[in-house]
């Protein structure tokens, strides 16, 4: 499997200062670069370098392959968006909970509020931009190495069927601004394979840096790699798009809404 890291001619990190947050800055232009990943706990480990390494750089990740390298130029286009991938991340935005000092402790909360598998495999934690400085919320990537190469769609719909099943994050669902859709503290859209990961840590000015040791932990469970194959079965498209319809009808009686 291949990691793909995106730079530009400035740190693709926010800013966050006294009087708030500047966010990610607008870029045309990208440079990539690849490295090569074993489904393994090597691999598992090489990833947790390449991380930290191009988070130090301000890179950001590209979910999925591009179709070719990039040099200072846009990557409009150059997402192979079929590709199947062995790497799932979970991006949780805004879980409504008190952040702590401790990550693992963090992430380890969240990790045993999902699905068996998860339970007992090792993954890659990092702290978002926006953790520890909003004090009522949590916001992580989590990293793993799947057992198999997974379509985004499939992907994609695994998420959201997370999102509705697994109670933590169910009653956490809201409504969109404007009524006519979900929004989920688990972000689906993660699987895309055009998807920007932001990793780089956030440049502070005049604000204390709640995690100055840094934003990247690996944690070592059991097996290197999750054992999602046998979850992917029971995930039908046209049930967990049910499901969702169900869910937002539910959600606009409550508003009032029609």
């Not at 979970?90 to 068996?116: K, Y």
């Not at 409504?175 to 688990?186: I, T, Y």
């Not at 992917?232 to 049930?239: A, D, F, R, S, Y």
Request: proline share 7%.
């Amino acid at each position: 499997m291949k990691l793909t890291f995106l730079q530009a001619k400035k740190p693709l990190a926010k800013e966050i200062t006294k009087d708030g947050t500047k966010p990610y800055p607008l870029v045309k232009n990208f440079s990539s670069t690849e490295e090569d990943i074993s489904i393994d706990k090597k691999g598992l480990d090489k990833m947790y370098r390449a991380l930290c390494t191009a988070a130090e750089q301000g890179a950001c990740m590209h979910k999925g392959p591009l179709k070719r390298v990039l040099k200072d130029e846009p990557r409009a286009f150059m997402s192979d968006r079929t590709a199947p991938t062995e790497l799932l991340v979970l991006d949780i935005d805004g879980l409504r909970a008190t952040p702590g000092d401790d990550l693992q402790a963090m992430a380890d909360r969240i990790v045993l509020q999902l699905p068996d598998i998860f339970h007992d495999c090792s993954y890659i934690v990092q702290a978002s931009a926006s953790l520890g400085i909003k004090k009522d919320t949590v916001s992580l990537h989590l990293f793993f190495l799947m057992d198999m190469p997974v379509h985004p769609k499939t992907l994609k719909d695994y998420l959201r069927n997370l999102n509705y099943e697994c109670e933590f994050l169910a009653e956490q669902i809201t409504l969109s601004a404007n009524g006519q859709s979900l929004s989920c503290v688990l972000d689906p859209s993660v699987a895309d394979n055009s998807k920007l990961i932001y990793i780089a840590p956030p440049k502070f000015t005049g604000v204390k840096d709640p995690y100055p040791k840094g934003r990247f932990i690996k944690v070592d469970r059991g097996s290197a790699v999750l054992g999602i194959s046998s979850s992917l079965i029971g995930v039908n498209p046209e049930k967990v798009h049910a499901l969702g319809l169900q869910i937002k009808d539910n959600l606009r009686k409550k508003n009032n809404l029609p």
